[in-house]
């Protein structure tokens, strides 16, 4: 994958984030946190260039860019945090203003016809059948009307992770999707499962608000 374009633009918006956190929620000082920042970089860009590039039309691209910027701090995290800091330390991280901004943006769009299209693309797509770093996952809608399910069969965030030793983390960037759509104002996310806690699959639920 090519550094240049949105990666490259993920680092810009969410390193100052990240940085600051280091300090915020694991205990870091300026200094160290700086030194942590500056190795997380050259890290993500490895990372960036080891991962082949996303199909068009496969919308989880951005989903591993955020679990690469994620796992090149993890690498130089020492002594290991805590899942409950390590969940923080994301969540904190990620939802900044522009973050927050874009969760609205999409809540407008949530369950009218173009996403529910989007859904069912990606569903016939089944792009990790070619690339081991993307996800393949069935559209579910809920028969009384109430929202939909996304339930996922492959995960490359769960496959990233694990090639790093960083795997325990995982979930760390799970609970991330209940804080996203709370921010979206549309849905409430419920989940059952977890491919990196052992489950079959992970379901995405999303029911609606109103």
Same mark, same amino acid.
């Given at each position: 994958?090519?550094?240049?374009? /949105?990666?490259a633009? #993920?680092?810009t918006?969410? *390193?100052? =984030?990240? !940085?600051k956190?280091?300090?915020?929620?694991?205990?870091?000082?300026?200094?160290?946190?700086?030194?942590?920042?500056?190795?997380?970089?050259?890290?993500?860009?490895?990372?960036?260039?080891r991962?082949?590039?996303?199909?068009?039309?496969?919308?989880?691209?951005?989903?591993?860019?955020?679990?690469?910027?994620?796992?090149a701090?993890?690498?130089?995290?020492?002594?290991?945090?805590?899942?409950?800091?390590?969940?923080?330390?994301y969540?904190?991280?990620? /939802?900044?203003?522009? #973050?927050?901004?874009?969760? *609205?943006? =999409?809540g !407008?769009?949530?369950?009218?016809?173009?996403?529910?299209?989007?859904?069912?693309?990606?569903?016939?797509?089944?792009?990790?059948d070619r690339?081991?770093?993307?996800?393949?996952?069935?559209?579910i809608?809920?028969?009384?009307?109430?929202?939909?399910?996304?339930?996922?069969?492959?995960?490359?965030i769960?496959?990233?992770m694990?090639?790093?030793?960083?795997?325990?983390?995982?979930?760390?960037?799970?609970?991330?999707?209940?804080t996203?759509?709370?921010a979206?104002?549309?849905?409430?996310?419920?989940?059952?499962?977890?491919?990196?806690?052992?489950?079959?699959?992970?379901?995405?639920?999303?029911?609606k608000?109103?």
């Open positions: 994958m090519r550094y240049a374009g /949105m990666p633009g #993920m680092w918006l969410f *390193r100052n =984030s990240f !940085r956190n280091l300090g915020d929620v694991l205990g870091y000082d300026r200094e160290k946190a700086g030194e942590v920042t500056e190795k997380a970089k050259k890290d993500y860009r490895m990372l960036i260039r991962l082949p590039e996303f199909e068009k039309g496969d919308r989880f691209k951005m989903n591993i860019v955020n679990c690469a910027l994620f796992s701090f993890c690498l130089h995290m020492h002594p290991k945090p805590t899942m409950e800091q390590m969940t923080e330390f969540n904190r991280s990620m /939802m900044i203003p522009a #973050m927050r901004f874009f969760c *609205r943006l =999409s !407008r769009k949530k369950f009218t016809a173009k996403d529910i299209e989007g859904m069912k693309k990606t569903e016939a797509l089944r792009a990790a690339n081991p770093y993307s996800w393949n996952m069935i559209y809608p809920y028969q009384d009307g109430s929202g939909y399910e996304a339930r996922f069969f492959r995960c490359g769960c496959r990233l694990k090639e790093l030793n960083l795997y325990e983390y995982v979930p760390a960037m799970c609970r991330l999707d209940y996203m759509a709370d979206s104002g549309a849905s409430r996310f419920v989940r059952e499962y977890t491919l990196a806690s052992g489950g079959p699959y992970c379901d995405c639920g999303y029911k608000l109103n």
